[in-house]
């Protein structure tokens, strides 16, 4: 079993920066899909990236030239910078690791391994 850790989360003015990290503990494999995913309130969990075994990235489309998805192969950590905030980036991020045999996608039901979430509010 693998266990996920977020962090970073924070309150941010709009226009501004962030970069949130989770760590990962267990058995973890980096030719493995990863992804985040954000929840805002009162919405539904929605992909936001994700990074393939080969380090090929997908963006949902509000967050493509603004975020950017990594990963650490070797030290197992899970990277996503954020710039140019809004206020609808607001929510509920989660680190997740795909289900085994699943292709990478932002759909959440394609994941089985998930952290408990770091909240980034954007005002």
């Known amino acids: 079993h693998v266990q996920l850790v977020e962090s970073g989360g924070e309150s941010v003015q709009a226009g501004g920066s962030l970069k949130l990290s989770c760590a990962a503990s267990?058995?973890?494999?980096?030719?493995?899909?990863m992804g985040w995913f954000r929840q805002a309130p009162g919405k539904e969990r929605e992909g936001v990236a994700t990074?393939?075994?080969?380090?090929?990235?997908t963006y949902a489309d509000s967050v493509k030239g603004r975020f950017t998805i990594s990963r650490d192969n070797t030290g197992g950590m899970l990277y996503l910078r954020m710039n140019s905030l809004r206020p609808d980036d607001t929510g509920i991020y989660y680190c997740?690791?795909?289900?085994?045999?699943?292709?990478?996608?932002?759909?959440?039901?394609?994941?089985?391994?998930w952290g408990q979430g770091t909240q980034v509010t954007v005002s």
């Open positions: 267990g058995n973890t494999d980096s030719t493995l899909c």
């Open positions: 997740a690791k795909a289900r085994p045999g699943y292709a990478c996608s932002l759909q959440p039901a394609a994941f089985g391994s």
């Open positions: 990074i393939e075994r080969d380090n090929t990235t």
